[in-house]
T-cell receptor, first 114, second 108 residues
Framework: GAVVSQHPSRVICKSGTSVKIECRSL??????MFWYRQFPKQSLMLMAT?????????EQGVEKDKFLINHASLTLSTLTVTSAHPEDSSFYIC??????????FGSGTRLTVV | DAKTTQPTSMDCAEGRAANLPCNHS???????VYWYRQIHSQGPQYIIH???NNETNEMASLIITEDRKSSTLILPHATLRDTAVYYC?????????FGAGTRLFVKA
């Protein structure tokens, strides 16, 4: 089946610094990748849709200057949380779409900003 | 994007079948019904999907009503490892919005 590799799985950073999360599709080409965030005991909230070679489309209320998304190739999308603050602490999940499995999700990144 | 409604939580005895319902009355004709589950602190895992016909794979069975307004995911012999949050979604090739899901507790 389709596999999406997401790194790092956990990261702790200081307030004001930036953190980059990588998401790679290992055995399929993901023209479109999606980024979600999830707070404890809540569902996944779609943050943005990224298409290879073009600018990401952000959902309402998501700051595009704070959550920078790059999708430079068909197998790699990155999310950079800039000038992170404690309220950005969350579980971030990426996913790519494939013909047979709909959404294939990464294993998630637990971000803690201290 | 289909809006889905699921029970907040359900219990199931180990070894028994778990039947998880989902209402997706706003699903459009070209949207598939997808089911995922999420175990704590992990990314969601694909379970099964279907359009009109009932489907079965090694993990589960999916029963879709004829009017496609609802579906049921069936785990035939639930184990403790099936304890997770289960999400049904509609997917037509565009973005997918997740509802709150059903928290399934499988008890020994």
């Amino acid at each position: 089946g389709a596999v999406v590799s997401q790194h790092p799985s956990r990261v702790i950073c200081k307030s004001g610094t930036s953190v980059k999360i990588e998401c790679r599709s290992l055995d399929f080409q993901a023209t479109t990748m999606f980024w979600y965030r999830q707070f404890p005991k809540q569902s996944l909230m779609l943050m943005a849709t990224s298409n290879e070679g073009s600018k990401a489309t952000y959902e309402q209320g998501v700051e595009k200057d704070k959550f920078l998304i790059n999708h430079a190739s068909l197998t790699l999308s990155t999310l950079t949380v800039t000038s992170a603050h404690p309220e950005d602490s969350s579980f971030y999940i990426c996913s790519g779409t494939s013909a047979n499995y709909g959404y294939t999700f990464g294993s998630g990144t637990r971000l803690t900003v201290v | 994007d289909a809006k889905t409604t699921q029970p907040t939580s359900m219990d199931c005895a180990e070894g028994r079948a778990a039947n998880l319902p989902c209402n997706h009355s706003t699903i459009s004709g070209n949207e598939y019904v997808y089911w995922y589950r999420q175990i704590h602190s992990q990314g969601p895992q694909y379970i099964i999907h279907g359009l009109k016909n009932n489907e079965t794979n090694e993990m589960a069975s999916l029963i879709i009503t004829e009017d496609r307004k609802s579906s049921t995911l069936i785990l035939p012999h639930a184990t403790l490892r099936d304890t997770a949050v289960y999400y049904c979604t509609g997917y037509g090739g565009f973005k997918t919005i997740f509802g709150a899901g059903t928290r399934l507790f499988v008890k020994a």
